[in-house]
């Protein structure tokens, strides 16, 4: 569920962090598309499982899977790997990996406040059909975090 903004998130006391800046998690939607990594998905899923050792010495790392059998597949997968045990899973159906087009901005603020902005997902200009799913990331991700997800007006 989006609200409607009364104020800017300047206005609000709200900042966007940069990316270099410590955080408490980073979120990956684990990749499955063989449409998008033709030939190449089992060498996009070694990387992720990289990703994953790199990321959870450090920090929480929030993965987005499709259904409680990918979970069960990815959980496998990373604990025969030796990774793992940071990793909180999250089913949120999505299109495709590039969770960084399609999820949320989290903001924060004051007292450790967060916010969400969704800047709304077209597919690149609508280039690759069907995408919904990757449209609805943003909103079901903040619902995860508990943080409500806003959409600028212009969105």
Known sequence: ????????PREDGLRWPAEWEPHRATWLAWPHNPD?????????EIAFV???RALEANEQVCVLVGSEAEEARVRSRLTKSGV???????RVPNDDAWIRDTGPIFLEG???????VDFGFDSWGRKY???????AVATAVSAARGVPATRPASC
Do not use: Y
Request: glycine fraction near 10%.
């Open 36 to 44: 998008t990594w033709p030939g190449r998905l089992e060498e996009a």
């Open 129 to 135: 059909p069907p995408w919904d799913r990757d449209a």
């Open 110 to 116: 004051p007292g450790a406040r967060l916010a969400a």
């Open 84 to 90: 793992g045990s940071g990793v909180a899973f999250h």
């Open 50 to 52: 990289e990703m994953v």
């Open 1 to 8: 569920m989006h609200r409607n903004l009364q104020t800017t």
